[in-house]
């Protein structure tokens, strides 16, 4: 099925340290992107979103930024702790008569003591 | 605020038995709902689109007679998967989306389905 996709997988940092994730979107008709944070065996949980008028926001520790050139968003997570530990997805609004969201593949964060 | 909930958290059926998986918007009402399947170490793949009221909106590869959604509340999706089968075996989660910020999807705890 279609996809966002994701350049990294599973992203390994230093308690304290500052994480980067990206990824890759399709659609350049796309106006509304979110992160969400995946805790094993849980339901996806909001972050931080953005629309397509603004090319950052940003959140208490999180970060996003949006490179509509590219097609490509981040997210930056201040401060790295272990309660980050997670899966990141972004996810992407499709319009099309009504609207529908579109994940990416996910990246692993593993925060090391 | 925003809170939904999905029932059964587990369950476990033999293959050719019908489940059915409940989602529910518990202090809020929601016109429409959406259905993820996820597969172990995978992205929420987008099954279904559930309005109140009306059919559903199937993504391509998924089969309608299969996985039956209905919207019969403004508080309550159901899924059916009809003679499941072990590829069934999956992490289903459903989504609301609010009626005042309309964007915001309010995620379900997810429902952890194996079929023997």
């Known amino acids: 099925g279609e996809s966002v996709g994701l350049h990294l997988p599973t992203l390994s940092v230093q308690e304290g340290d500052n994480s980067i994730i990206n990824c890759a979107y399709s659609?350049?008709?796309?106006?509304?992107f979110i992160w969400y944070k995946q805790e094993s065996g849980k339901g996806p949980q909001f972050i931080i979103d953005?629309?397509?008028?603004?090319d950052k926001r940003q959140g208490q520790r999180v970060t996003v930024l949006l490179n509509k050139t590219v097609k490509h968003l981040s997210l930056q997570i201040a401060a790295t702790q272990p309660g980050d530990s997670a899966v990141y997805f972004c996810?992407?609004?499709?319009?099309?008569?009504?609207?529908?969201?579109?994940f990416g593949t996910g990246t692993r964060l593993k925060v090391l003591a | 605020g925003a809170v939904v909930s999905q029932h059964p958290s587990r369950v476990i059926c033999k293959s050719g038995t019908s489940v059915k998986i409940e989602c529910r918007s518990l202090?809020?009402?929601?016109?429409?709902m959406f259905w993820y399947r996820q597969f172990p170490k995978q992205s929420l793949m987008l099954m279904a689109t559930?309005?109140?009221?009306?059919?559903?909106?199937?993504e391509q590869g998924v089969e309608k007679d299969k996985f039956l959604i209905n919207h019969a509340s403004l508080t309550l999706s159901t899924l059916t998967v009809t003679s499941a089968h072990p590829e069934d075996s999956s992490f289903y989660i459903c989504?609301?989306?609010?009626?005042?910020?309309?964007?915001?999807?309010?995620f379900g705890p997810g429902t952890r389905l194996l079929v023997l």
């Open positions: 202090d809020f009402q929601a016109t429409t």
């Open positions: 989504s609301a989306l609010g009626t005042r910020e309309q964007e915001t999807q309010y």
């Open positions: 996810a992407e609004k499709r319009v099309s008569g009504t609207y529908k969201y579109i």
């Open positions: 659609n350049s008709a796309s106006d509304y």
């Open positions: 559930s309005n109140e009221g009306s059919k559903a909106t199937y």
């Open positions: 953005i629309r397509s008028n603004m």
